[in-house]
T-cell receptor, first 114, second 114 residues
Framework: DVKVTQSSRYLVKRTGEKVFLECVQD?????MFWYRQDPGLGLRLIYF???????EKGDIPEGYSVSREKKERFSLILESASTNQTSMYLC?????????????FGPGTRLTVT | AQTVTQSQPEMSVQEAETVTLSCTYD???????LFWYKQPPSRQMILVIR??????QNATENRFSVNFQKAAKSFSLKISDSQLGDTAMYFC???????????FGTGTSLTVIP
């Protein structure tokens, strides 16, 4: 079974702190994604990566950056956390090609910025 | 631009009854995938069912089936014999063959009533 893990289930940080969220997948997927999930807004894409060291902005990249130094690991960085970044963060991975292209999700990190 | 619309923010169904969740999408692509994902309360997002646009036959997975109407750009999910464990947020998602991104609806919160 595909496994996507995230470094923390719950995280509380202070305004202005630098925050690192890590995601690891074990299925050798090329693609990895970071989403933000807020009630009534569904999943909004922050960044995604289709290969090591490659990244593309999603719909809401402002205030975030990412790093992908190894294929299995994709990190989301909040350079200076703000209260409006309090949210659920979901990581996902997927295979490139035809056939089994669906995304596999991690358990999520609920981040609170105070 | 691809958009996915779920017009039912909340639904409820009696245990053992059948319920249908609606999803429409907008795209100019001809080849794509459609998905329904389930997110139980405080639990991980998992894939329920997948449909490839070039397949005319509607996908089924046990009690879950879809009604895929390509011309109408409609992709509804039918849950038969509803169970308490079906209580969850359900997301409809679209993935074009030509890219790596996935596009999600805003979700439908389904409650199964005992």
């Amino acid at each position: 079974d595909v496994k996507v893990t995230q470094s923390s289930r719950y995280l509380v940080k202070r305004t202005g702190e630098k925050v690192f969220l890590e995601c690891v997948q074990d299925m050798d997927h090329e693609n990895m994604f970071w989403y933000r999930q807020d009630p009534g807004l569904g999943l909004r894409l922050i960044y995604f990566s289709y290969d090591v060291k490659m990244k593309e902005k999603g719909d809401i990249p402002e205030g975030y950056s990412v790093s992908r130094e190894k294929k299995e690991r994709f990190s989301l960085i909040l350079e200076s956390a703000s209260t409006n970044q309090t949210s659920m963060y979901l990581c996902a991975s997927s295979f490139t090609g035809t056939g089994s292209v669906e995304q596999y999700f991690g358990p999520g990190t609920r981040l609170t910025v105070t | 631009a691809q958009t996915v619309t779920q017009s039912q923010p909340e639904m409820s169904v009696q245990e053992a009854e059948t319920v249908t969740l609606s999803c429409t999408y907008d795209t100019s692509e001809n080849n794509y995938y459609l998905f329904w994902y389930k997110q139980p309360p405080s639990r991980q997002m998992i894939l329920v069912i997948r449909q490839e646009a070039y397949k005319q036959q509607n996908a089924t997975e046990n009690r879950f089936s879809v009604n895929f109407q390509k011309a109408a750009k409609s992709f509804s999910l039918k849950i038969s014999d509803s169970q308490l464990g079906d209580t969850a947020m359900y997301f409809c998602a679209f993935h074009p063959n030509t890219g790596n991104q996935f596009y999600f609806g805003t979700g439908t919160s389904l409650t199964v009533i005992p």
